[in-house]
């Protein structure tokens, strides 16, 4: 059966060893991962891992257009197993962002990441509809979903964002909402047609086997994807705790594979 990481975040080396301790210091837990390609691939490829898609996130303006020259080249070095998505900044202007989806489609970006809680905006507000004002069916958005410590990301605001930008198609990271999997079944789960997907990353750890099925069959198996969101967790355990869940085989298929096929073209 083949997998397909849907989610994972990796950094330049020179700055993975920081970037991956202020993940750390952010979520208050350990990290084990270096965040760099070659420690991702090697990981993913013991695994028997065909692909993944990498991102990064820009915390500040000026970080974006480097940000996504480091995307574009991983993804080319990787001769195909790694699929890449850009990132943005809700301080850019409608024409810095128009710029810069066009840059990232013509490096072979294949859609934008966003994570409301480190870019400090909220996922319904009027800086984040100017992103996806501009990006509207132009490529998918990946975006940090939920987090109970604060009100940026919130399932209920990621729904506000769908509901008003109705050609706008959304992954919503974390089954939906990162310690807010309630709010997010309800708010989002079969709310939003073919608009809306989810991944598993960062919250099968959360929760019982049985817990996970029910939100997985919340949002349909048509629109979950699998995820592990390197370099916070490992694909080996990852893998594990999706193959504890009662699942059948055409439903496993779609969520290692083939969801992600369909929505990311690789």
């Known amino acids: 059966?083949?997998?397909?990481?849907?989610?994972?975040?990796?950094?330049?080396e020179k700055i993975a060893e920081r970037a991956v301790d202020g993940i750390g210091e952010f979520y208050d837990m350990s990290m084990s991962h270096s965040g760099t390609a070659a420690d991702l691939t090697k990981r993913l490829k013991s695994c028997g891992v065909c692909g993944c898609m990498v991102c990064a996130v820009a915390t500040v303006k000026e970080q974006v257009g480097s940000i996504n020259d480091?995307?574009?080249?991983e993804v080319q070095k990787s001769?195909?197993?790694?699929?890449?998505?850009?990132?943005?900044?809700?301080?850019?202007?409608?024409?810095?962002?128009?710029?810069?989806i066009t840059r990232a489609q013509s490096l072979g970006l294949k859609g934008v990441k966003l994570h409301p809680d480190f870019q400090r905006f909220r996922a319904d507000g009027k800086r984040a509809s100017r992103i996806y004002e501009v990006i509207g069916s132009r490529l998918p958005v990946l975006?940090?979903?939920?987090?109970?410590?604060y009100e940026f990301s919130s399932p209920h605001k990621i729904a506000n964002a769908l509901k008003q930008?109705?050609?706008?198609?959304?992954?919503?990271?974390?089954?939906?909402?990162?310690?807010e999997w309630d709010e997010a079944a309800l708010?989002?789960?079969?709310?939003?047609a073919d608009r809306l997907y989810v991944d598993t990353s960062s919250s099968?750890?959360?929760?019982?086997?049985?817990?996970?099925?029910?939100?997985?069959g919340a949002f349909t198996e048509d629109f979950v994807m699998f995820g592990t969101d390197y370099p916070m967790?490992?694909?080996?355990?990852?893998?594990?705790?999706?193959?504890?869940?009662?699942?059948?085989?055409?439903?496993?298929?779609?969520?290692?594979?083939?969801?992600?096929?369909?929505?990311?073209?690789?």
């Open 143 to 149: 975006i940090h979903a939920g987090d109970s410590r």
């Open 187 to 192: 708010t989002l789960a079969g709310k939003f």
């Open 1 to 12: 059966m083949k997998i397909f990481d849907a989610h994972t975040h990796i950094f330049p």
């Open 233 to 266: 967790w490992d694909i080996r355990e990852e893998l594990q705790r999706f193959d504890r869940l009662d699942l059948t085989n055409t439903t496993r298929e779609k969520i290692l594979y083939k969801n992600s096929q369909k929505l990311l073209q690789y």
């Open 79 to 100: 001769n195909g197993f790694m699929v890449g998505f850009c990132s943005l900044h809700p301080d850019m202007t409608a024409n810095e962002v128009d710029a810069e």
């Open 70 to 73: 480091f995307i574009a080249d």
């Open 204 to 216: 099968l750890y959360a929760m019982s086997p049985k817990k996970a099925a029910e939100y997985i």
């Open 165 to 179: 930008f109705s050609d706008l198609t959304v992954i919503a990271a974390h089954l939906g909402g990162w310690s």
